[in-house]
T-cell receptor, first 117, second 112 residues
Framework: GAVVSQHPSWVICKSGTSVKIECRSLDFQATTMFWYRQFPKQSLMLMATSNEGSKATYEQGVEKDKFLINHASLTLSTLTVTSAHPEDSSFYIC?????????????FGQGTRLTVV | GNSVTQMEGPVTLSEEAFLTINCTYTATGYPSLFWYVQYPGEGLQLLLKATKADDKGSNKGFEATYRKETTSFHLEKGSVQVSDSAVYFCALTSGGYNKLIFGAGTRLAVHP
């Protein structure tokens, strides 16, 4: 199946700094990618829908100025956690579905564990 | 809005036992339904899916049938193995981007 690669797989940063997480579709094009956040032993919460060439669509309650999303190309979306705080520590996961195939499998990255100290 | 409700875990079973994880949904229109599995420390993998009513998805011995009349998509396996220990998520597609909406997840622990 198609591969979605997320980088880094884990990161530790100091409070107040910013962290960028990359999500790449390696062998297919994805106009739309999705960013999720997962708390320990909990489900995935959709944060935003990333759209190539336009602004991301954020879910209710997600701060768009804190979680900056840039969909730079048809194979790359980035999530930047700005001015990170310990409460931002979480597991962040991206997913992508191949363009034009709306009801097919969404492929997930391996996730990024962010720890803010 | 659209939502997914799963049975709470953890579910603890002995090897070769029968597994059922209940999933019900609320949705407008005709969503596609999915089961994803997450092994410890890993991302999600698609286990099976069904795109219309009465479809049965199956994979690796797991099955689930899209029941529109009961808005359910229960996951079943006749004989679980220790290697099936993981967290299972029921999900549906929703909205213009067909974004995935997940249930809370059910942790399965299978003991020898």
């Amino acid at each position: 199946g198609a591969v979605v690669s997320q980088h880094p797989s884990w990161v530790i940063c100091k409070s107040g700094t910013s962290v960028k997480i990359e999500c790449r579709s390696l062998d297919f094009q994805a106009t739309t990618m999705f960013w999720y956040r997962q708390f320990p032993k909990q489900s995935l919460m959709l944060m935003a829908t990333s759209n190539e060439g336009s602004k991301a669509t954020y879910e209710q309650g997600v701060e768009k100025d804190k979680f900056l999303i840039n969909h730079a190309s048809l194979t790359l979306s980035t999530l930047t956690v700005t001015s990170a705080h310990p409460e931002d520590s979480s597991f962040y996961i991206c997913s992508a579905r191949e363009d034009g195939l709306m009801n097919t499998e969404a492929f997930f990255g391996q996730g990024t564990r962010l720890t803010v100290v | 809005g659209n939502s997914v409700t799963q049975m709470e875990g953890p579910v603890t079973l002995s090897e070769e036992a029968f597994l059922t994880i209940n999933c019900t949904y609320t949705a407008t229109g005709y969503p596609s339904l999915f089961w994803y599995v997450q092994y410890p420390g890993e991302g999600l993998q698609l286990l099976l899916k069904a795109t219309k009513a009465d479809d049965k998805g199956s994979n690796k011995g797991f099955e689930a049938t899209y029941r529109k009349e009961t808005t359910s998509f229960h996951l079943e396996k006749g004989s679980v193995q220790v290697s099936d220990s993981a967290v299972y998520f029921c999900a549906l597609t929703s909205g213009g981007y067909n974004k995935l909406i997940f249930g809370a997840g059910t942790r399965l622990a299978v003991h020898p």
